[in-house]
């Protein structure tokens, strides 16, 4: 039985078979093998993807500087009723020059400071009653008058813009309730405060110190409600010292004044 078994398996058709079957194997793993490195060479020769690029954003431009000077108004809303400039007042012969702008208001309402600076002296004024006067960089200086009173801000004291400093009054001399504000370089002149008043300015160069000192020659003559008393008593005396007429006094602090008529 043995015999039969090892005869077949030595058999020439058997040997054929196994070296066609062992070749067929050959084949097939020598093309598949071709097959991968034809894959190997095609990815190959397929250019590398591009990477990922983030979009590319202009950068923003950096902020401009801060204005070199911001002016506010003493009084945010308030008009000027009396402005800078010549002014003649109903019991003065001539007229004299504004220094400042007068901005009617309430008795009680705040002063705001205009500009950051450091409070320089605060009192009280024959002419101004009671005041404040605040420093500014480059040497500016602006001065409030004519108060009910001040905030109680110590000399030496810095003050930030829009600050109040001070509440409208009638002190002084003063044709009823309103302030009375200033604005000097530092020299000392005195500038229109219409000028900068609400105003920014980029430079120094851009401040309008030239037209902000100018004074026109025309004279306003000024319309008051009211004479002060230390007028009203002057007037009077000069009045009847050069027997010019009768000065009395009528209801809201107006006078009146009799002239007296020589018949020629």
């Given amino acids: 039985m043995a015999s039969r078994v090892l005869a077949a398996t030595a058999s020439p058709y058997s040997l054929a078979a196994f070296a066609a079957a062992g ?11 071709v097959t991968a490195i034809g894959a190997m060479n095609a ?5 590398a993807p591009a990477p990922a690029v983030a979009p590319v954003t202009a950068p923003e431009p ?4 801060p204005p070199a000077f ?3 108004a003493p009084l ?3 008009v000027i009723n009396s402005p800078f400039g ?6 003065e012969e001539n007229g004299r020059l504004h220094e400042g702008v007068d901005i009617a208001a309430p008795a009680g309402a705040p002063v705001h400071v205009v500009t950051d600076g450091i409070v320089t002296r605060s009192g009280v004024s024959g002419s101004y009653g009671r005041f404040v006067e605040v420093a500014h960089k480059d040497g500016f200086r602006t001065l409030y008058a004519h108060l009910g009173r001040d905030a109680g801000l110590k000399r030496g004291t810095y003050v930030k813009r829009g600050t109040t400093v001070a509440y409208v009054g009638n002190s002084g001399r003063s044709t009823g309730s309103h302030l009375h504000f200033e604005l000097r370089n530092k020299a000392g002149k005195p500038l229109n405060p ?13 401040l309008p110190l030239k037209a902000a000192a100018k004074v026109g020659r025309k004279v306003r003559l000024a319309q008051v409600s009211r004479w002060p008393e230390g007028v009203k008593a002057q007037m009077a005396g000069k009045m009847a010292a050069d027997d010019e ?9 107006r006078v009146r004044m009799r002239i007296n008529v020589v018949d020629g």
């Fill in 23 to 33: 070749g067929a194997i050959v084949v097939w793993g020598m093309v598949n093998a």
């Fill in 43 to 47: 990815d190959l020769d397929k250019p």
């Fill in 62 to 65: 950096p902020p401009p500087p």
């Fill in 70 to 72: 911001v002016f506010d």
């Fill in 76 to 78: 945010p809303g308030r």
């Fill in 86 to 91: 010549l002014r003649q007042m109903p019991w």
């Fill in 194 to 206: 219409a000028l900068f008043m609400g105003k920014t300015f980029a430079e120094k160069d851009d």
């Fill in 245 to 253: 007429g009768v000065v009395t006094r009528v209801k809201g602090g």
